[in-house]
């Protein structure tokens, strides 16, 4: 039994199932997996940051100062670098929830059987969810804000509204972690991960208003969007940089949450199914 584990047995019992909308929870034990998470974390800590950290100060780089000043670019009244500095914000804290919640889970789950070991415990399948869940808002919250910070050395963050993006990138962590749960928990093949990525989170990256206004694009393409998790999460970071903190993006915030909630709870539900079949 690793460090990580050894409370978890002695904390569910301690914690006692709760009935939550039908979900049998303990808060106390999915915090318990999320701390598994953590010492884990501690000793693989360099190779799980960098891929997913320099993925978007490249794409600052490359698309911000190279191709803007290229073409000497201005999206309105701001630059193009700092146009694009917030989305990429929202697109790292979308990778650090959704790498976790889609390979990570996966193998957990049909490989290593760790979540067998886990639930011989009074831990039910749920709390080992929502630990999951919370430990990749976590990973968001590592990856949004460290590129806040880098945002920050450009000089791309001009007032102390732009704080507020900050439980923006853990919620938008929950969202997207909540979503690769649930496809997680559908999928019984490693390889229809590569469908997840081509075919929805990479078309969610290029027209969710990271790179240019969604208002550029066809008005069935703008009302598409609307329905979408990314462009939300990206609206919310632009406008706390921006300091445009009104009734739109209350609007913004309500949707993120409420998508967040309806899909924490059917993700977990979902990966109870899942978990119960391979019984």
């Not at 409420?258 to 924490?264: D, I, N, P």
Request: with cysteine.
């Amino acid at each position: 039994m690793s460090p990580g584990e050894r409370p978890l047995k002695d904390a569910a019992l301690a914690a006692g199932p709760r009935r939550i909308l039908g979900l049998d929870l303990s808060i106390r034990s999915a915090w318990n997996i999320w701390y598994r998470n953590l010492t884990w974390y501690r000793k693989t800590f360099v190779m799980n940051i960098l891929p997913n950290f320099f993925e978007p100060v490249l794409y600052l780089l490359g698309m911000g100062i190279g191709l803007g000043s290229y073409l000497g670019t201005r999206i309105g009244d701001v630059p193009y670098l700092r146009y694009i500095a917030p989305g990429l914000v929202a697109a790292s804290a979308m990778n650090g929830a959704t790498f976790h919640a889609t390979y990570n889970i996966f193998v957990a789950l049909h490989f290593d059987k760790t979540y067998h070991g886990i639930t011989a415990t009074p831990v039910s399948i749920e709390d080992v969810a929502l630990g999951e869940l919370f430990w990749g808002a976590t990973r968001s919250a590592v990856y949004g804000i460290a590129f806040y910070v880098v945002t920050i050395a450009f000089g791309l963050v001009g007032n102390a509204a732009s704080l507020l993006c900050l439980p923006v990138i853990v919620l938008t962590g929950f969202l997207f972690g909540a979503i690769g749960l649930f496809f997680t928990g559908t999928i019984k093949v490693i390889d229809l991960y590569s469908f997840y990525f081509t075919l929805f989170l990479t078309p969610l990256f290029l027209f969710s208003g990271i790179f240019f206004p969604v208002s550029a694009l066809p008005a069935w393409a703008q009302t598409a969007a609307w329905f979408t998790p990314l462009f939300h999460c990206v609206e919310l970071i632009r406008g706390a940089y921006a300091g445009e903190v009104g009734a739109r993006w209350l609007l913004h915030l309500l949707w993120v949450a409420s998508a967040s909630g309806l899909f924490v709870w059917i993700g977990i539900r979902r990966l109870r199914k899942a978990f119960t079949a391979l019984n």
